[in-house]
């Protein structure tokens, strides 16, 4: 919690992260480890693939090793009519993403391994495209009334060090691009 590095090992990690997204996602759980104080703000996700040694210089942590790191973003979605939709992503290492209180997606191989008695979506569309070097995962559809916000949380992160990248897309039911 000082923000010294420890050296911390990927399955622990995994562990941590697994116990943090089926408890709720309860800051408890990330307590007793280091939080950048700077905060950083997104009206969007696209991390192309870059080695993850890149991502703790964003957050001003030059010093932070390139692995065993993730990112949680919080915040609310609006929408002005009603809107049906889901999110479609890439994540490597991992991808969560939490709306109203439900696991709707959850993208990245190791990820996948550990969480998937938590979440599993059916749809055939499942590891069909290719987004930056991982294959899209979809997630559950999701009713909008209009004007009436709900909690989104988006958790991203890094196990082993590498090649990373993070990427979240939006379909919206019956809109087709031409």
């Not at 997204?21 to 703000?41: C, D, F, H, N």
Request: charged residues 25%.
């Amino acid at each position: 919690r000082s923000g010294r590095n420890i050296p911390m090992d990927p399955d622990k990690m995994r562990d941590i992260m697994l116990n943090f997204v089926t408890k709720g996602w309860s800051p408890s759980v990330l307590a007793p480890y280091y939080r950048s104080p700077r905060q950083l703000y997104a009206t969007c996700f696209a991390i192309p693939p870059v080695h993850s040694t890149r991502a703790p210089a964003a957050f001003g942590e030059d010093d932070t090793q390139g692995y065993c790191w993730a990112a949680h973003y919080k915040g609310e979605l609006v929408y002005p009519e009603d809107i049906r939709f889901r999110f479609w992503g890439v994540g490597d290492a991992f991808l969560v993403v939490n709306v109203a209180g439900e696991n709707v997606l959850l993208n990245g191989v190791e990820a996948r391994l550990r969480i998937l008695d938590f979440w599993q979506n059916p749809s055939g569309d499942n590891d069909k495209y290719f987004l930056a070097n991982k294959k899209l995962r979809v997630g559950d559809w999701i009713d909008l009334k209009a004007g009436q916000p709900v909690d989104m949380k988006v958790l991203f992160g890094e196990y082993a060090g590498g090649a990373m990248a993070g990427m979240l897309l939006v379909e919206v039911e019956g809109e087709v691009e031409d």
